[in-house]
């Protein structure tokens, strides 16, 4: 949800692209990261620059708030491809007699009193456009790149409990959209957005189903830059915002602040801006002090505090201490993170248990894989292959570590 910058200045990111444009040849596919890593940024890439053979379409959901508005929203975007004329009509000429909607300054309007509903209405636009590739024998492939999909979703079912209405349009959504990908071998699509998906599912009525049919759209785990690819966009960046370097050596305060940010674009900005306000040549304590600051910033510009608050929803539910008293599942999870942040070395379940055992007096052990694998999916964590675990981003623990209070 970070303001955006043209492709061009995208650094790195080839060999993700590559790896999305090969899977894609196979299914459709959910990205999987840490808020702020570059997710927007590598489908708007991809948007800029489709391969051969593929027409791509971006969009962001994140303003849409009902499944009518979904449905206009995605006409209207794909109301390009429709203008291409057959038997003296244009394709999205059909389309409107069909479904009866409008068209007011280049953005379609569902009718009012509805023939078809948002649902059918977005199958004949597809149907339309597919029905002419298929007629032209074109083997073009369609991607959609949906960028904060569960966020829409929570959004629908949040208003649609609200207003007390049986409707679950947000599970409708994601079904129809099942079944477009079903139907159509030529489509494809991308789900993104910086709210887990598993999550949002979780608290959607109904949605077990298709939780379980989106395994058959595979993950890509986003990671931060790769090394060089950091060190590059460091040094484009001071250079960008003419942060001199004190000394001689430029390469370290480079790597320092690649590094430093653990190659996440977002944050490597937002320290060159605050070194840059120092006007003076810089040096790589500068930079430590800058990520310190912003770590420690009560008025917390980089909202890392979110680490920590999304706990109390995304660990809902209780686990049971000896005394058969209830232990908020998000005091558990807490605990989980306070173990590991200050562990020097990765620990497996059973060191986890004992750890945990020795600060609250749970019997549940049971419980404890499935919340491990919990945080591996939102980004804490990551296990290594003898399933031994730690935190995934050293700079989101040293946050952990200071914002509990574990620097002792
Ligand atoms: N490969 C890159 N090269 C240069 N700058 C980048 C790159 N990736 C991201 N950025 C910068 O970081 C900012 C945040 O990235 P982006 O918005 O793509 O992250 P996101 O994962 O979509 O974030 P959110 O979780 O908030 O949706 C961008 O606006 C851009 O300025
Ligand atoms: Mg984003």
């Known amino acids: 949800m970070a303001?955006?910058?043209?492709s061009d200045h995208v650094v790195g990111r080839a060999r993700v692209i590559d790896r999305i444009w090969r899977a894609l040849q196979k299914k459709s596919?959910?990205?999987?990261?840490?808020?702020?890593?570059?997710?927007?940024?590598?489908?708007?890439?991809?948007?800029?620059?489709?391969?051969?053979?593929?027409?791509?379409?971006?969009?962001?959901l994140e303003a849409i708030s009902s499944a009518e508005k979904f449905a206009e929203d995605l006409v209207t975007r794909m109301r390009p491809w429709m203008s291409v004329e057959h038997a003296g009509k244009t394709l999205f000429q059909r389309f409107l007699e069909t479904v009866g909607g409008s068209e007011i300054a280049g953005v379609f309007k569902l009718p009012e009193f509805g023939k078809l509903g948002w649902k059918a209405t977005l199958e004949k636009a597809f149907e339309g456009i597919f029905?002419?590739?298929?007629a032209g024998r074109s083997s073009e492939m369609l991607l959609f790149l949906f960028d904060e999909l569960p966020y829409m979703?929570?959004?629908?079912?949040?208003?649609?409990?609200?207003?007390?209405?049986?409707?679950?349009?947000?599970?409708?959504?994601l079904d129809t959209l099942r079944e477009l990908q079903g139907r159509f071998p030529q489509l494809r699509m991308v789900f993104a957005g910086s709210?887990?998906?598993?999550?949002?599912?979780?608290?959607?009525?109904?949605?077990?189903?298709?939780?379980?049919?989106?395994n058959d759209m595979p993950l890509v785990e986003i990671a931060p830059l790769d090394s060089d690819d950091a060190i590059q966009l460091a040094s484009q960046l001071l250079d960008f915002d003419n942060v001199r370097t004190a000394g001689v050596d430029r390469e370290s305060v480079v790597r320092c602040l690649a590094e430093s940010t653990d190659g996440v674009p977002f944050y490597m900005e937002r320290v060159v801006s605050q070194l840059a306000d120092l006007e003076r040549p810089v040096t790589t304590e500068d930079i430590r002090r800058s990520v310190r600051r912003h770590l420690t910033d009560d008025h917390d510009h980089?909202?890392?505090?979110?680490?920590?608050?999304?706990?109390?929803?995304?660990?809902?539910?209780?686990?049971?201490?000896?005394?058969?008293?209830?232990?908020a599942m998000r005091v558990v999870a807490s605990a989980v993170l306070d173990i590991l942040a200050t562990a020097t070395?990765?620990?497996?379940?059973e060191r986890v248990w004992q750890e945990l055992r020795a600060r609250l007096p749970l019997?549940?052990?049971?419980?404890?894989?499935?919340?491990?694998?919990?945080?591996?999916?939102?980004?804490?964590l990551i296990s290594d292959e003898d399933k031994r675990y730690s935190f995934r981003f050293p700079l989101i623990r040293t946050w952990w570590i200071l914002a509990q209070g574990l620097n002792s």
Not at 3 to 6: A, K, M
Not at 36 to 56: C, L, N, Q, S, Y
Not at 314 to 323: H, T, V
């Open 3 to 6: 303001g955006q910058l043209s």
């Open 29 to 60: 596919l959910r990205f999987t990261a840490e808020r702020r890593i570059g997710k927007t940024t590598i489908m708007k890439k991809m948007a800029a620059e489709p391969r051969p053979g593929w027409r791509v379409m971006f969009i962001d």
């Open 131 to 134: 029905a002419h590739l298929h």
């Open 153 to 173: 979703l929570q959004k629908i079912s949040f208003y649609d409990e609200r207003r007390g209405s049986q409707e679950n349009s947000a599970l409708e959504i």
């Open 195 to 214: 709210v887990g998906l598993h999550h949002v599912l979780h608290n959607i009525r109904g949605a077990d189903f298709a939780a379980e049919s989106l």
């Open 302 to 327: 980089w909202e890392m505090e979110h680490f920590r608050s999304r706990l109390r929803i995304y660990y809902p539910g209780e686990m049971s201490d000896a005394g058969r008293q209830p232990v």
């Open 345 to 349: 070395e990765p620990h497996t379940v």
């Open 363 to 380: 019997t549940e052990r049971q419980e404890i894989p499935g919340l491990l694998g919990l945080l591996v999916k939102d980004h804490y």
